[in-house]
């Protein structure tokens, strides 16, 4: 950044000033004085030459007028820049709000406290409020029309400065005594602000001011410190917000008056004086910084006692009040940008995106593409490449080839001329100078540099792939510490344990060509290395601190700009001898000029250079300067120095063959070259070629020769027109010969493809057809690459690029026209794994497993459902493709439902999948947690019915199995026998498969004899209680004894009734309150009945016969007796023969009769 003083204003009367504001919008420069002096002062910002625009504009007061109405001194201006209002307070308390009406100002409102004297008035960020503070502590708030919102008396405080938050909701006191409160916006304390930098001072301090940016124009980066409050010891903070407990903390070391932002935030002006050790008097200095506490540069200013400032609207100038005089001084900022390949690359901020806005303007097509960076650093260019550097984006995973510094701060990204990305370098120093080559790549930070060698991959063998993969280890990134010393062999290494070694004498400049790395450092040293083996050659003493750095073209002299604005020279190669007689290496040359702020060398001329000194351009031949020109700042301007606009001109006028004497006597490379150009203009193609000769342009002699070949005038004029982008020209002169075939091609080697395009559709011919793809392709990637989607499909189409067609619907997202190419390529085509992805990473399972299965992979098909957790979907693919994985994955699947409590749809999947075993376990184990809770028998045995059919469809399956592993070797009876062995030895480990319908059984018959009891036939529910005495392990023992002594009180069998009692008194499960109540209903039951049973039951006299157990009717619960009987195909279950015939369906099983 560099700053100058440009113009001084002085005031009528020597009346000193207290106070100035600039109004950021329309340009008005308000100043308060002594005396009630109040100025409104306007500096021209039009010319009538054209060429003459932003700081080159001569400036000249075009308003300056006397505002009379003030009295006493005036202390407070301040703008309102939406309503275009000013608002001025004198030393008496008198506020005046002046209107702008036809050119002029005039009094608008008044209002006089007549108690005390206003300290400070601030506007909100909207410009509808107005906050007034006055010295005894009243603060007032206003609207922009007059009328006031609240006032308020802060007791026992002296209020000095205030300052609105950028939402209005926070309002900041400061006070004689250096505090600063907090207070809503309806004038609510809520704390005092913590003050760091105020830290160890002592004495009585007071605030030289408080100003908090508002974020109008965007911020540098997000959360960057925007609230200055700085002391007039020159202590300041820097806050990111009003409760910042680490803000940045600067010591100015001056006595401080005033601070102010520009307008985007970037620069903070403080302005005071500063004692000097060798002049009696105090100097007034402004310090510029940025919102991060670096120091960007010193401006001195003359006159005894500064007392304000403020910038200009656009950050390029800033006033200054100086005893009776305001003092403009001019700012060049560091812009970020840079040129290469016709190419101007810039960036700003904007107020809408936390990021930078990256601009590359393609000068030449007049096309521009925007490019968005956080936390941008710096843009650095050389050829047809630029660098961004910029801080890491903390979310964003590095590449796998950057493990070697995972967790680097920063990157430098390689981009081409319209912004695409090539290859990001992330590291671990800061990237505070920049410098590229052809070739290299240089980041510095103030301890150590950074070199890589990049690369360009255009077409890559695979040699050249595996070269880059190994070329880290091979030594194409290394980093160096400013003190090592390193020889230039092969040593380098990325090691970033370098960096952070401190130095004593830090790095504050950096250049490089290609041949040679300059780096200077603060002390005045220059450290000249080799490149590309980075070897320190040389080291140079000067007497200055460079800012700037640049060498010529052969790398033999250097340009210097110190901090102050000074130009130097020095020549790297000189020998010459010392005041002690040594003989050392390299001279300073006596050229030097001041207020330079930037400079640059030509590219082909080692003494020729161009050079910024205020708003003045200078062209230098070997240190001899030319005439100065006038930049155009909106606008690149190729100007041509002198003696190419005298052979120019010899040319024209007088001929061929007297500029070439002229061009003899003068030589450069460029004159030949202008030469040789108006040689061929004329087809003077001996002239040409010796031209072309002389300035050993290889291509233009070449291109002669080609010309003296053809036979044909108007093809050597049309070739002639086409060498000098003459383009519309040479394609007329084609297609007048007929020629629409040269002129195609000379819109190919262009990259028209629009025009190769309209020229193939006037003819026709076989060879069209691939060249009319071939366009439609070109065009199609053109609207691509500028992420014009639905452009771009209609070429694809038309050129029947199905890659790029898939690429294109994939970022339209429209998925319907992915799908119909999909399903219009054929089987096993390249593209389709791709589209399948695609359709994967947006969550389209089965369009994704359509595409996977056209290309015959089943296996990634089956991995997408799971991945998107279409388990059915996946288990139905495994089983069609006979896939090995469907046990795991079934496995999987469950586990997964399991986790979500979905047990029943596990049990649906394995019995899909006829995994039967294991539906089978699942479902036992329902039934047996829905017992327990004591849910409806019905519901149970259901559940235990669908258990034993499960059982029942896996021993079926068992035996299938071996009878397939048998069948030819024995007979059926075999094989039945091999299946039960087997089914027996894999049901051993389970209770449930030995008998599957225990648990049906029990709540079958449980259910059954209460029917039975309640229909009234009590000698069969009996019987079928009976049964249950077998059952205790499955339905708890209280209920099944509390029923049979029920069904047996009710049938007169007190013998069994009192077992039953018997049982219940004695069960272990009940309270001893349960107990005794069956005690109590026993003997009630038995004093009034004997406990015998009236007839003995049937069930037990066939027992008691001694012949073993007999089947039980499922239908009545009673044993069978007769040899005929029904049995269920599944369940095996008995029915009585007499009592099937009633009955459609198993009352057990619910199977068909059948």
Known sequence: MFFYLSKKVAIPDNVKL????????????????????????????????????????????????????????????????????????????????????????????????????????????????????????????GSVDGNRIWGKDLKGVQLCHVAWSADSKILLFGMTSGEIHIYDNQGNFIMKMKLNCLVNVTGAISIAGIHWYHGTEGYVEPDCPCLAICFDNGRCQIMRHENDRNPVLIDTGMFVVSIQWNHTGSVLAVAGSQKVVTQDKDVNTVQFYTPFGEHLGTLKVPGKQMSALSWEGGGLKIALAVDSFIYFANIRPDYKWGYCSNTVVYAYTRPDRPEYCVIFWDTKNNEKYVKYVKSLISITTCGDFCILATKADENHPQEENEMETFGAMFVLVLCNSIGTPLDPKYIDIVPLFVAMTKTHVIAASKEAFYTWQYRVAKKLTALEINQI??????????IYHVDDTPSGSVDGVLDYSKAIQGTRDPICAITASDKTLIVGRESGTIQR?????????????????????????????????????????????????????????????????????????????????????????????????????HPN????????????????????KVGIEDASQFIEDNPHPRLWRLLAEAALQKLDLHTAEQAFVRCRDYQGIKFVKRLGNLQSESMKQAEVAAYFSRFEEAERMYLDMDRRDLAIGLRLKLGDWFRVLQLLKTGSGDADDSLLEQAHNAIGDY?????????????????????????????????????????????????????????????????????????????????????????????????????????????RYASHLLEKNKTLDAIELYRKANYFYDAAKLMFKIADEEAKKRTKPLRVKKLYVLSALLIEQYHE???????????????????????????????????????????????????????????????????????????????????????????????????????????????????????QQYEDLALEIFTKHTPKDNRKSELDSLLEGGEGKLPTCVATGSPITEYQFWVCSVCKHCVLAQEISNYNFCPLCHSSVG
């Open 18 to 141: 207290k106070c100035v504001s600039w109004n950021k919008d329309q340009g008005f420069i308000a100043c308060g004085g002594e005396d009630g002096l109040l100025k409104v002062l306007k500096l021209e910002t039009q010319t009538d030459d054209a060429k003459l625009r932003g700081l080159a504009v001569p400036s000249n007061l075009s308003m300056n007028q006397n505002l009379e109405g003030h009295s006493g001194s005036v202390q407070v201006v301040t703008w309102n820049e939406q309503y275009q209002k000013l608002t001025t307070s004198d030393q008496n308390g008198l506020i005046i709000v002046w209107m702008l009406y036809k050119g002029s100002w005039y009094e608008e409102m008044i209002n006089n406290r007549n108690k005390s004297v206003v300290r400070s008035m601030s506007w909100n960020a909207d410009g509808q409020k107005i906050c007034i503070v006055y010295e005894d502590g009243a603060v007032i708030v």
């Open 469 to 478: 993969t190994r070329s880290r280890k091979e030594g194409r990134e290394r």
């Open 529 to 629: 290395y080799s490149l590309p083996n980075v070897g320190l050659i040389q080291k140079y003493s000067l007497n200055c601190r460079a800012y700037q750095l640049s060498l010529n073209c052969n790398s033999s002299r250097l340009a210097i700009i110190d901090i102050s604005g000074v130009l130097t020279f020095f020549d790297l190669d000189a020998r010459v001898t010392d005041s002690t007689g040594q003989q050392v290496i390299g001279e300073l040359l006596t050229l030097e000029r001041k207020d330079v702020w930037d400079m640059k060398w030509a590219k082909d001329n080692p003494d020729l250079f161009a050079m910024m000194e205020k708003t003045r351009m200078y062209v230098f031949r070997n240190l001899d300067p030319e005439n100065p020109e």
């Open 633 to 652: 700042k909106d606008y690149i301007i190729n100007f041509e120095i002198r003696s190419l606009r005298d052979s120019r001109a010899l040319i024209e």
């Open 783 to 891: 609207f691509a690459d500028r992420q014009k989607w639905l452009n771009a499909v209609q070429y694809y189409v038309q050129g029947r690029n199905q890659e790029r067609l898939a690429e294109c619907y994939y970022m339209l997202e429209d998925y319907e026209g992915l799908e119909n190419l999909a399903s219009s390529l054929p089987e096993n085509h390249k593209l389709l794994p791709e589209i399948a992805q695609m359709f994967v990473r947006v969550g389209m399972c089965e369009q994704a497993v359509t595409a996977f299965l056209k290309c015959n992979q089943p296996k990634a098909a089956v991995d997408t459902c799971v991945h998107l957790n279409q388990w059915n979907k996946a288990v139905e693919l495994a089983k069609n493709h006979s896939m090995k994985e469907i046990g795991s994955l079934l496995a």
């Open 957 to 1075: 399956q068992v035996r299938n199995a071996q009878r397939g592993k048998v069948k030819g070797k024995s007979s059926e009876a075999t094989s039945a026998l091999a299946g039960l062995l087997e089914e027996e030895v894999l049901s051993t480990t389970s209770r449930f498969t030995d008998n599957a319908w225990r648990g049906a059984e029990a709540y079958h018959f449980f259910t059954l004899a209460q029917r039975q009891l309640y229909e009234g036939y009590v000698d069969t529910a009996l019987k079928t209680a009976l049964h249950l005495r077998d059952y205790e392990d499955i339905i708890p023992a209280v209920e099944i004894y509390s029923l049979l002594a029920l069904c047996a009180c009710a049938g007169r069998a007190f013998g069994t009734c009192s077992k039953a009692f018997i049982k219940l008194e004695s069960l272990e499960t009940l309270s001893s309150e349960q107990k």
